[in-house]
């Protein structure tokens, strides 16, 4: 009897292509609709994630040239429709979808939740730029709320070892994942705020690693978001990677895209610090080094002025010498100058000396002189107060009268220089130059 022979013994890779093959054969081109989770793009363009529903999830990758003609950019939570190719990664012997399309079927419940979260707390201000705080410079200490075995916490010890390591640190610790996750981040943000004096911290880092939507899904609570703005220490928030954002996210006063850049950001003060001094040492060093040669230029030059005391005290007496024998030609050239203005002052006043006899002589000359002055002024007036008398008296009513006229007067005393306006009867009267006569007028003469 003849046996059969053994079947053929395949390798993993043989058997991988053999499986990839079938797949691709017995499945055609198909849509397939779930929702979006675990994105990731790569740095070559491709896009990779999750398809999944209640009860199952498949690996999908979207190859550059495809996903660049996207009409939209899927998110994590997205609701889609992927038509794609059923195939196997040889390499890893992953079952997957190569999807060639992809078009939205609505928002996935997850992600439906976090926007309406998100636009409630929006409404309430919660997110509102204007309440963040700004981060201390140089904190005294940080407070980390983690879970203690997170791999976060690791990468936040490093980087702050690594640009801060003389800074306290304070675990308050909390699990990051899971039903009860939310309730105690609450807790040890509560803690961390109520102990913040005696802990010595000043900020606060809540931070968390990567993961799906599913994953992040305790920093999506509205609990935690009021809790962050409760906090009354400074909050920074870290959670999952650069294209990962959660309600923490907006609610925190600074969002770092991983907890290595929530630990960057704590530790950035003295960082730059770091960075300052090491600029500044040379600068010092040149200063230190311009103000010791300073200092002993000034003592070489006081060494050189530095004299035994008999030298200074035979100095001293050279000087005074000088100094007399100064003082003493100065004291002479004063009084020489001085005895030559007594001089000039005696000349002058003997020259202003009064001579009394000649004075005398002079002031009889003008006595004599205003005597025979006054004498022939007053002999002047009293001839010419004679003329005026003589004068007056030829102009004299009397005098006039002497030579022959009158004056007559009408009844009332009036002077007459006219007939006119007399008539016969009336009475007149005429002043002589000696006596007066009184009559009446018997006729009228034009």
Known sequence: MQENPPPPVLTVSALNRLARQALESALPILWVAGEVSNLTRAASGHVYFTLK?????????????????????????????????????????????????????????????????????????????????????????????????????????????????????VLYPAPVQGNDAPARLVEALERAGTRALEDGIDLVLLVRGGGSIEDLWAFNDEALARAIRNCPLPVVCGVGHETDFTIADFAADLRATTPTAAAEHASAGFHAARADLAALAPRL???????????????????????????????????????????????????????????????????????????????????????????????????????????????????????????????????????????????FSVELAEGGIDGTVSRVRD
Request: charged letters at 30%.
């Open 53 to 169: 529903d209640e009860n199952a999830q498949v690996r999908c990758a979207m190859w550059r040239n495809r996903a660049q003609l996207l009409p939209f950019r899927p998110e994590n939570g997205m609701r889609v429709e992927a038509r794609a190719l059923v195939t196997l990664y040889e390499a890893r012997g992953d079952y997957q979808l190569n999807v060639e399309a992809l078009r939205p079927a609505g928002i996935g419940n997850l992600f439906e939740t976090f926007n309406r979260l998100k636009a409630k707390l929006a409404a309430e201000g919660l997110f509102d730029p204007a309440l963040k705080r700004p981060l201390p410079r140089f904190p005294r200490g940080v407070g980390i709320v983690t879970s203690a075995a997170a791999a976060a916490l690791h990468d936040v010890l490093a980087a702050l070892r690594r640009r801060a390591p003389h800074l306290p640190l």
């Open 285 to 427: 060093s040149r200063a230190l080094e311009r103000r010791l040669l300073g200092f002993a230029q000034r003592l070489d030059r006081a060494a050189l002025r530095l004299l035994h005391p008999r030298e200074r005290l035979r100095a001293a007496r050279s000087d005074s010498r000088v100094l007399g024998q100064r003082l003493q030609a100065a004291m002479a050239r004063q009084l020489e100058r001085a005895r030559e203005r007594q001089g000039r002052l005696e000349t002058r006043l003997a020259a202003r000396r009064p001579q009394l006899g000649r004075e005398r002589d002079r002031v009889a000359a003008l006595k004599l002189r205003m005597a025979r002055a006054a004498a022939q002024m007053l002999q002047a007036r009293r001839e010419r107060l004679n003329a005026f008398a003589a004068h007056l008296q030829h102009l004299a009513p009397q005098a006039v009268l002497g030579r022959g006229y009158a004056i007559a007067r009408d009844a009332g005393g009036r002077i007459l220089r006219s007939s006119h306006g007399l008539s016969a009867g009336e009475v």
